[in-house]
């Protein structure tokens, strides 16, 4: 079955104990993003990446990192959480190419990861 | 830079109605994609349409229908036929196709659809 999964789906930590959200798929897809959802704020992008070891600035990066170092592993880091990364993060992937009619370029999203940094 | 306005915070309707979720959005580039995404309260989210900035005709997949007005630079979702299963929140987001953001996911605010029996 063709999937993005996330790990862990539930967390609750503390103040600066690092902590990493990984993400998979198998779907070949060479771009992957990160997302992290707040009320009131819709979907904001954290990091994004095209391609193995091309990895880039989303919207929102401060106080996290990413790394691609394979094509099917995008994962997130927290190297010291703060209350203010309480969110509901999701990772997303497509094929970098798209165009009508048989790839819109939709993105393929994991089941999300709830994050409560105490 | 991109910008997705979703104007209903919330929206109810009745079982069996049509309802219209607004999307309007701005950007300057010419080619550029539409979605709109269904998050239940379960959390997921589910891809429902896609409408691209040239598309001649209105996108449409079963009860969904993307209301795409390019002029005015909307993209109203309109589900037909309203059913309990619909209540969730909705957004919309758009994809520039050129340019320094090729290929950036921007996404709105959310709408979350109410309905009752």
């Known amino acids: ?118 | 830079a991109q910008k997705i306005t979703q104007t209903q915070p919330g929206m109810f309707v009745q079982e069996k109605e049509a309802v219209t979720l607004d999307c309007t959005y701005d950007t300057s580039d010419p080619s550029y994609g539409l979605f709109w995404y269904k998050q239940p309260s379960s959390g997921e989210m589910i891809f429902l349409i896609y409408q691209g900035s040239y598309d001649q005709q209105n996108a449409t997949e079963g009860r969904y229908s993307l209301n795409f007005q390019k002029a005015r630079k909307s993209a109203n979702l309109v589900i037909s036929a309203s059913q309990l299963g619909d209540s969730a929140m909705y957004f919309c987001a758009m994809r520039a196709d050129r340019g320094s953001t090729l290929g950036r996911l921007y996404f709105g605010r959310g709408t979350q659809l109410t309905v009752w029996p």
């Open chain 1, 1 to 118: 079955e063709a999937q993005v999964t996330q790990n862990p789906r539930y967390l609750i930590t503390v103040t600066g104990k690092k902590l990493t959200v990984t993400c998979s798929q198998n779907m070949n897809h060479e771009y992957m993003s990160w997302y992290r959802q707040d009320p009131g704020l819709g979907l904001r992008q954290i990091y994004y990446s095209m391609n193995v070891e091309v990895t880039d600035k989303g919207d929102v990066p401060e106080g996290y990192k990413v790394s691609r170092k394979e094509k099917r592993n995008f994962p997130l880091i927290l190297e010291s959480p703060s209350p203010n990364q309480t969110s509901l993060y999701f990772c997303a992937s497509r094929f970098r190419r798209f165009g009508q009619p048989t790839n819109t370029g939709e993105l393929f999203f994991g089941e999300g990861s709830r994050l409560t940094v105490l």
